[in-house]
């Protein structure tokens, strides 16, 4: 099973901007997708951001021209810079490795970063 380590979660005023980071134990190039997922305190684990093994990306509506998402095959990682923060986007963050080309069912995750943006 792959190990996510994720980094960069803090506290910030609204408008502001933090960089998450994901550290995987082995070649991100492994899998179909990597992505980045939330989870506020009441609701439901939801996507933020995807990357694919091709480099195509996925955001959320909520997130949409606020965050990006990159990824780096050499240093298997994957980032998340998170600008015009909202206190709407405060919640745990989790680093996500999804699916294989022999596993498809394949799903790992982080322990998860907490994030709080104040108004």
């Known amino acids: 099973q792959v190990q996510l380590v994720e980094s960069g979660g803090g506290s910030v005023q609204a408008g502001g901007s933090l960089r998450l980071s994901c550290a995987a134990s082995?070649?991100?190039?492994?899998?179909?997708?990597m992505g980045w997922y939330r989870q506020a305190p009441g609701k439901e684990r939801e996507m933020v951001a995807l990357t694919t093994r091709g480099g195509g990306t996925n955001y959320a509506d909520s997130v949409k021209g606020r965050f990006t998402i990159s990824r780096n095959n050499a240093e298997n990682t994957v980032t998340l810079q998170m600008n015009s923060l909202k206190p709407e986007d405060t919640a745990v963050y989790y680093c996500?490795?999804?699916?294989?080309?022999?596993?498809?069912?394949?799903?790992?995750w982080g322990q998860g970063t907490q994030v709080t943006v104040s108004s």
């Open positions: 082995e070649s991100i190039f492994n899998f179909n997708a």
């Open positions: 996500n490795a999804n699916g294989t080309p022999y596993n498809f069912r394949y799903n790992a």
